[in-house]
């Protein structure tokens, strides 16, 4: 599967449109979770394998060639690190982070009422 391009089809759009081509690429196993791991700074493949349990090898490297070919993520002296892009994404996801926590406390509110 080639890594989500903007402008090219992905999964869910045949036009590419940017964000259908984003969700894409986050949608991935194990893409987030290696941007997470990313967050307080720079980690190498050892140390993120170690840190995803159950993430193989294979599916490891073949993210960091997607986040990096897509300008997310940079190979660095200390392993990979976010870009000024990777950086960015972390406080446009913020919102939706907070979103979550909302909705998690409203399923939790539901799960509680007796029906």
């Known amino acids: 599967m080639p890594t989500p391009h903007p402008g090219s089809p992905v999964r869910g759009s045949t036009t590419g ?7 894409d690429l986050f949608g991935r196993r194990w893409a987030l979770r290696i941007l997470w791991e990313l967050r307080a700074g720079p980690l190498g493949a050892r140390a993120l394998l170690a840190r995803c ?3 193989s090898s294979s599916v490891l490297y073949q993210r960091l060639r997607e986040l990096t070919t897509s300008g997310i993520i940079a ?3 200390e392993g990979y690190e976010l870009t000024r892009l990777g950086t960015a994404l972390r406080h446009a996801l913020h919102p939706l982070d907070e979103w979550a926590i909302a909705w998690a406390q409203e399923q939790q509110h539901n799960d509680q009422e007796p029906e």
């Open 17 to 23: 449109r940017p964000l259908m081509a984003a969700m």
């Open 53 to 55: 349990e159950g993430l």
């Open 75 to 77: 190979r660095s002296a």
